[in-house]
């Protein structure tokens, strides 16, 4: 539109000078009649130049505005980047917060912290990347939580400089489970329910146990999961088909599929039983043995 406007503007300023030599020529002749004669060309000299004026004086205010329109979508540009890098402070700020307060919690914790860089996931399988390796001192078997020590799920695959972690959602990763309030234990596992992929589903509890929506469910404690640790809360529950044993649905403590960065226990202090007859001892694992595949059910505690 610029370049059409410019066009317009030479072509009438080109007419409009030439009508104005022209007129200038006439005004020298004191003829009457001619002087009558110029009267009409006058009037259309003085409207042409008032038309090229305001084409001027409107393709002058298009460009200045043109101009300052393109100054207002580069400050929002900027604004809107600040924002996105205020909000990503922020995010972070929050969780380094709550990560101190997970190591105040717990300060037998060793803990590497680590960024999610891809995702793979069907209706069975729910795992994803992270950033660090044994470069890192990650290895298999090591389990990952969030900055609020909620259970994301196990670590089943090292490379120098990545690592893939299986989430509590996969099918194929069993928890052993206590529900804090009743103290009944079950193995959790995800996967189970269809309609339902977001859920957990907590089995092998007692038949006569009474279990509560919102009961919280934590690690029982093993050479993989430190105790305590949260994995979800009851939504449901039911009895399993042989009706020997009630099982319960969970919601996942970790929101799962908004996960950004994660957090790798690669050492705790933990609580073991060294035999039936002596008293609780302690130790610090930091070469779990156990693994999803080898994870067997606990006995149920009525």
Do not use: H
Request: aromatic residues 8%; glycine residues 6%; proline residues 3%.
């Amino acid at each position: 539109m610029r370049n059409l406007f410019s066009t317009k503007v030479k072509i009438i300023l080109v007419v409009a000078a030439l009508l104005t030599a022209a007129l200038a020529i006439y005004s020298g002749i004191s003829n009457q009649s001619l002087q009558g004669l110029m009267t009409p060309f006058r009037s259309a000299a003085t409207t042409l130049t008032n038309t090229v004026e305001k084409y001027y004086s409107y393709m002058f205010r298009y460009e200045a505005l043109d101009a300052a329109n393109k100054v207002l979508e580069e400050r929002i540009a900027q604004m809107e980047d600040v924002a996105r890098q205020a909000d990503s402070v922020a995010r972070e700020n929050e969780r380094l917060r709550k990560l101190l307060d997970l190591k105040a919690t717990n300060e037998d914790y060793k803990l590497v912290d680590a960024y999610i860089i891809g995702w793979s996931s069907s209706d069975w399988e729910s795992t994803f990347t992270i950033n660090r390796g044994t470069n890192a001192g990650i290895r298999e078997n090591l389990c990952a939580i969030t900055a609020n020590g909620e259970v994301v799920g196990l670590v089943t695959e090292v490379g120098v400089n990545y690592a893939v972690v299986k989430t509590v959602l996969d099918s194929t990763l069993e928890i052993s489970g206590t529900i804090s309030t009743s103290g009944y234990n079950g193995m959790v596992k995800g996967g189970y329910t269809s309609g339902n992929d977001t859920l957990l589903q907590m089995n092998y509890l007692p038949s006569d146990s009474i279990i509560r929506n919102k009961d919280q469910v934590v690690t029982s404690g093993s050479t993989v999961y430190p105790r305590g640790l949260i994995i979800g809360s009851v939504v449901d529950a039911g009895y399993e088909e042989t009706g020997v044993a009630k099982f319960a649905l969970l919601d996942p403590a970790a929101d799962i599929n908004s996960l950004e960065q994660v957090f790798i226990i690669t050492a705790y202090t933990t609580e073991v039983v060294t035999t039936p007859s002596t008293s609780t001892g302690s130790e610090t694992a930091t070469a779990p043995s156990e693994t999803a595949a080898t994870t067997q059910p606990t006995t149920p505690v009525g």
